[in-house]
């Protein structure tokens, strides 16, 4: 049993103009009415510090309302620390507002919730806190960004077996005639072959580069060859004929970090330039490299630098677990010295399974939406109905016409009606796009691990 005695407690009640002309909801949504289901339910679970914030006559769809805008001064002086509805809606009626308090505003505030009838308590972090209807909320801010994601994806499309690059790479010029095109330059290209028959011969990247140094020939930035610079060519695909593109990518619209993509997403068009190599010289020395197993970068896992120490705020390391055979993750902090934090520990693959499935959930939501709009009329007929369905379901919820269960059990329904109306659909979208770290990264802020392993998502969607 938690000790409540440490909760001081904001009860919110707002009574709006809209709620009174609907007769049926008179009764249900009257300030009385609030009052006496909060009060029940705070003796029942001896909360006893109490202040109370009423907005009466105000509309949910607005949040600049008096008593609310009480309770956040509060919330930042800490006067209160956690927060009590009768139930969602009467925190707001925007999906997307709410939810941005509920699901980060209050968390960062280190605010405990409580929505009585939707059996929210953030104090418990069980998955009813992230509960259905907020799957309408990410769907308007995603929506967006998905969108987005999918027309690039089709420029890139486009574009591909165009050299778009602002330098041609080592060996290689842009044709004059056509700077989307590379030509040889053949002293640089007769260099480049050296680097890979001095290689396939045995000698180390290092070894090379001091040969190349006694020959006075200057690296692509001109100076000096390292192990790293020979690396570099050793490893460029390019040499065998072919464009890579869509290696790096900018994280999101907020976090303008680089990050480099899975060799899987790279975009690969062969035949696109004359090769200065062949493909097989470069397999053979990327499968020496990979046997010998020095100088290989893994490549990055989804999740590596989105997953946080809850106690002191550092990133999880990822390391290879011999023993084990699997990736874990534990506290950069404990890693550098254990009596500074705990280990944090957690199994990395259970940790992106449980990650992929929440984020899969609300992206075939999202896409199969995207879909819906560029379906043709008489379906986009059929599917509106059901969405005007799904929202006054939505709707009804909110205002109790209908229990939890029903709620769910006939969204069900009604999704898997749009499900089939999705599947008439030519082309598949979503089977498509599968999960990136790029979109990953879009989509979440951060996810932070507790001692006990307890695993929160926190989205990006406090910019809204
Ligand atoms: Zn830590």
Redesign the pocket.
């Known amino acids: 049993m938690m000790n409540n005695c440490n909760f001081k407690v904001g009860v919110y009640i707002r009574l709006s103009k809209e709620d009174l002309f609907k007769e049926k909801n008179k009764e249900s949504e009257s300030i009385k009415n609030q009052r006496k289901l909060i009060y029940r339910y705070l003796k029942e679970h001896n909360l006893s510090s109490i202040k109370e914030y009423v907005d009466d006559g105000y509309s949910g769809t607005n949040f600049n309302r008096p008593a609310f805008n009480q309770l956040l001064h509060d919330i930042k002086n800490n006067k209160i620390n956690m927060v009590i509805t009768k139930d969602l809606s009467r925190l707001g009626r925007d999906y997307i507002k709410t939810g941005y308090y509920v699901e980060n505003y209050f968390p960062t505030n280190k605010i405990r919730y409580v929505s009585i009838l939707d059996g929210i308590d953030t104090y418990y972090d069980t998955g009813n806190n992230d509960i259905a209807p907020f799957k309408a909320l990410f769907n308007d801010m995603v929506s967006k960004d998905t969108s987005k994601k999918i027309k690039s994806i089709l420029k890139t499309k486009k574009e591909q077996g165009l050299f778009l690059g602002s330098r041609a790479p080592y060996g290689y010029v842009k044709d004059p005639n056509n700077k989307n095109k590379l030509i040889i330059d053949q002293d640089k290209a007769n260099i480049v072959k050296q680097i890979f028959s001095l290689s396939f011969h045995g000698k180390s990247n290092k070894e090379i580069a001091i040969k190349l140094n006694n020959q006075n020939i200057l690296s692509p930035t001109n100076q000096k060859w390292t192990a790293s610079s020979i690396y570099n060519i050793l490893n460029n695909k390019e040499y065998t004929g072919c464009l890579v593109s869509n290696v790096w990518t900018n994280v999101s619209y907020k976090n303008k970090t680089r990050i480099k993509r899975n060799q899987q997403e790279w975009v690969v068009i062969n035949n696109t330039q004359e090769k200065i190599i062949s493909e097989e010289l470069f397999e053979i020395i990327q499968s020496r490299k990979r046997k010998k197993g020095h100088h290989i970068i893994r490549n990055k896992l989804l999740l590596e630098g989105l997953v946080y120490?809850l106690?002191?705020?550092?990133l999880l390391g990822v390391s290879y677990s011999n023993k084990r055979k699997q990736y874990i993750m534990t506290?950069?902090?404990?890693r550098n010295n254990s009596s500074n934090?705990?280990s944090?520990y957690i199994n990395y693959q259970k940790l992106e399974e449980f990650v992929l499935n929440r984020i899969n959930n609300f992206l075939s939501f999202i896409i199969n939406n995207q879909l819906l709009k560029q379906r043709n009329i008489n379906n986009n007929q059929d599917i509106q109905k059901i969405e005007k369905k799904l929202k006054y379901l939505y709707e009804d919820r909110l205002n109790e016409i209908i229990d939890v269960e029903t709620y769910l059990l006939k969204r069900e329904e009604l999704q898997q009606e749009l499900k089939k109306l999705n599947q008439l659909s030519t082309n598949n979208v979503y089977d498509n796009i599968y999960i990136t770290r790029e979109l990953l990264f879009s989509l979440i802020n951060k996810i932070t691990i507790s001692r006990n392993k307890q695993i929160k998502i926190i989205y990006n969607f406090s910019k809204l």
């Open positions: 120490c106690e002191c705020g550092s506290c950069n902090t404990y934090c705990t944090h």
